[in-house]
């Protein structure tokens, strides 16, 4: 039996899988770990046949996260802690090259490379936890290189993202790449199709979230509607959030910071929408799945439950409830000078929010974007400020199968084709693919 995990629920979703948070059964944020009790039937029963785990997008997953996976699945598996991932076969996926993990150490970190920790200063808990985890990366004795593109169909296009893997694109490059800028003859314009339709990328959550807005107010004045928004219900102790500042400030948090459940909610009938909350993982919907919001159903009474028969809907149409999740915010920069603590200290709310788990797919993030084959999108590749991820580039146009299906919405600078990976990164990659060459030694027939 295999089971499949990814790091993102877009992820996880592209391979029919489930998220590795959701089935940690932690919050993506929390600092808090699964309480894991002898004799857990609930986990035995869902890991005590599986004898394969593959792990797509690894490139996302970090340390921490993979040594509580590893935590937990020698548990599951009742084994001597010391044997990798309770003996489970492991199979990783992915590409050093694109987005690392948020809030985590990358799996390729080298820490026999001088640390910027004090020398003489003990190791934190976490970081020896990284360190483990480190050593089971390791132990990868298998390694197999994938080397045929099978997304991208444009030669041109396909030789182009193999010197930028690089940070070796040319001149040539980056005169073909200005040809798709919007304003050129190729993209005259975005409010023409197909690019009015197209979905934008945006590098920051704060402006992937302004641009949803925006266009969901857009649209519904092209269809002569009144713009719909649901505002989510806050509460902190049991109370509701009287304050209207601290209410003001809860509602335009991006959802990035409140466990995927937005403040505001802007609707229109056709919008695209993205799903983020596990709602029914059985029929695939999951964190990360796609869709198109048809109708608000409410009622006045906020305290009743709609009540719906499954067998009176329309093929193709769910309904999706409100949902709760639990989130801390910092209210320092509220408090009187008087008041506020001390340095490096911080005054943190526990919010407890109600809200549909959606938010509108006009716009999503590069981040968002990875492992997804997009038909078409606008991209903007004027990076953040000391933005030198390599990703931050070679994710957003290596989404689509031919150059024709990318629009870039402004000029950019050269410059940001030649950013080279990190020396971690090659190092990492040098070392795979002496790997592989050991593995085509070991298995000759498998490569003939």
Known sequence: MMRKLAPTGIAAAEIGGMTIHSFLGEQRNSGKPRTIKPGDSKLEKQWGLVEYLLIDEMSMVGLTLLGKLNRILSAAKHVDPQIPFGGINVIFFGDYLQYRPVYDTPLYTDFSQPSKTKSGQLLSEKEIQQRAARSLILQINCVIKLSQQMRTEDERYRELLERLRQGDCTLGDYELLLTRVVGQPSVSSLRESPWNEAPILAYRNEVRTQL?????VQNAAQLGLQPMVCVAQDTCKGKPIEDPILMKKLLELSDSKTEHLPGLLPFVPGMPVILTQNLAIELGLINGINGIFRQLVYEADSVSKIECNLETLQPKIVPVPLMEQTFRVDVTDMLPKNKQPKSNQKAMLSIKRRALPLVPAYCITTHKSQ???????????????????????????????????????????????????????VAEIERLDKLYIDTKFRFPEYFQ
């Open 212 to 216: 949803n807005n925006k266009a969901a």
């Open 371 to 425: 492992g997804q084959t997009l038909s078409k999108a606008v991209i903007d590749l004027k990076l953040p400020n000391e933005t030198e991820d390599i990703a931050a580039v070679y994710v957003p146009l290596s989404r689509f199968q031919r150059l024709i299906d990318v629009a870039i919405l402004r000029p950019f600078d050269y410059e940001v084709l030649r950013i080279k990976p990190s020396k971690s990164q």
